[in-house]
Each structure stands twice: as C-alpha cells, then as structure tokens.
C-alpha cells in the first residue's frame, strides 16, 4: 500500500482559495493538490447538477458544442478534450468537455425540451460562472440546480 504523505497545506490555507500542496507517494514525484477550503471546509470540488427544462438548442450539435467551451472559459477552466454524441439527425446528444479542472457534461432530450448538465470544478475555477452561458445557449424556462461539495474532507 502507497504511503501518502500531504506537506504545507498550513502555509497554503485562504478562506475560499485553493491551497496547492504537494502530496507525495512512494515512489512517485510530487504533484499538487487542489483541494478547495471555503466555509471552513476542505473539499476537492464544487460538483453543480443542473436540469434545464423547456429548454431549446438541444439537437444543434454546433450550440452544444459552443456552450460547453464557452462555459468552460467563463469558469476559467482549461479545456482538453470534447466528446459528442448524437442520437439520430434530429436526436438527443450526450456530450462532455474534459477539464484539467474536471468535466462538463449534457445530455438533452428534445422530445421532452430538456437537457441534464453536470459541472464539476477543482481549483479556482468557479462553476457558478458557467450558468449564465448555458443559460443564453438553452434558453431554459425553467431551472433547477443542486449543489455538491465532492471530496468533503472531515
């Protein structure tokens, strides 16, 4: 069993910053940990599941694909790789951004004007700042959003 050992989380600690430690496991190299502190808790992400209902756009893979990447830098994420998969011509699609940060992701339903989207977010990032894109991307008449702290330290 690797032995990990997490060093200068003290020197790192801001209310609502990221703290990059180094953790270092046996024979490895060191990298860096981004877990957030906010509200006096350590926790690796903010994880927001977000339903868009009667929503629009929902088979336009160009939109779909556009939302996701314009999300991603009003967040202030970095984008490595997009998937998109859609159904039939007129179908739904399933698509996610990965993110050095995390994912976004979507899948629509446009028989029932409705998309599931899911934004988690390690680091700086702040997932609250892609909702506005998405929004004007979907036009949504109505929105429900639960939030998650993923990674939720004790």
């Not at 180094?22 to 024979?27: E, H, L, R």
């Not at 490895?28 to 868009?52: C, M, W």
């Not at 859609?86 to 004007?113: D, F």
Request: charged letters at 20%; glycine letters at 8%.
């Amino acid at each position: 069993m690797a032995e990990q050992v997490l060093q200068g989380h003290g020197q790192f600690m801001k209310k609502g910053k990221v703290f990059p430690s180094k953790i270092i496991v046996s024979g490895s190299t060191p990298v860096n940990d981004y877990f957030v502190e906010k509200d006096g808790q350590r926790f690796a992400g903010i994880h927001l599941l977000i339903d868009f209902w009667e929503a629009k756009n929902l088979t336009n893979r160009i939109t779909v694909e556009n939302a996701l990447r314009e999300a991603a830098i009003s967040a202030n994420a970095t984008a490595i790789n997009l998937q998109l998969n859609q159904y039939s011509e007129n179908g739904g699609i399933s698509g996610i951004l990965v993110l050095a940060e995390s994912h976004i992701s979507i899948h629509t339903w446009p028989e029932r004007s409705f998309a599931a989207i899911d934004i988690f977010m390690c680091g700086d990032c702040n997932p609250y700042d892609c909702i506005a894109v998405l929004k004007k991307a979907f036009e949504p008449g109505n929105t429900t959003l639960l939030e998650r702290r993923r990674g939720l330290l004790p």
